[in-house]
């Protein structure tokens, strides 16, 4: 099992992969809060406070921590119900422990399944990793500088 981990020890693999979800769930969940708290300077803030939505945040506080723990098993599912726990104002004492535990479920699967899936794509060559990444990174930076310069052009000028 090393070698299709690069020499790195299991654990050391399942430790990344939970700080990993760790890290990237918070960050949604956070910015779910601000995307919220923002919202209150625009017309949709006044309909985040009606009736519907409260109900909702009842739900979510009552019954969230388990979709959020479950979440981690699905794809595509997990990022959204992060940011709706956020921007539902799930409260941090139960989004904490379901998060440690979605974190946990989430390195387990992809410290064995996810690791011999990548095995058998690449052939255990880690280096297609880091090409990946390369690339995330570049459609990132190129993303941002034309967002930037499309902000730029749309200003009205004075």
Known sequence: MDDLMGGWPVWAVFAAFWAIAMLRSNATYWAGRGLRAGSGRTRLGSRLEGPAVRRTE?????????????????????????????????????????????????????????VALWAAVTGGAWWWLLVALAALALVAVTTRVLGRGAARRARPTT
């Open 58 to 114: 009842s739900l979510v506080r009552r019954w969230g921590a388990g979709a959020v723990a479950l979440s981690f098993l699905t794809v595509g599912v997990q990022t959204l119900v992060n940011a709706a726990a956020g921007a539902l104002r799930m409260p941090l004492p139960r989004y904490v422990p379901a998060t440690v535990l979605g974190s946990l479920l989430w390195a387990t699967l992809y410290t064995s399944a996810g």
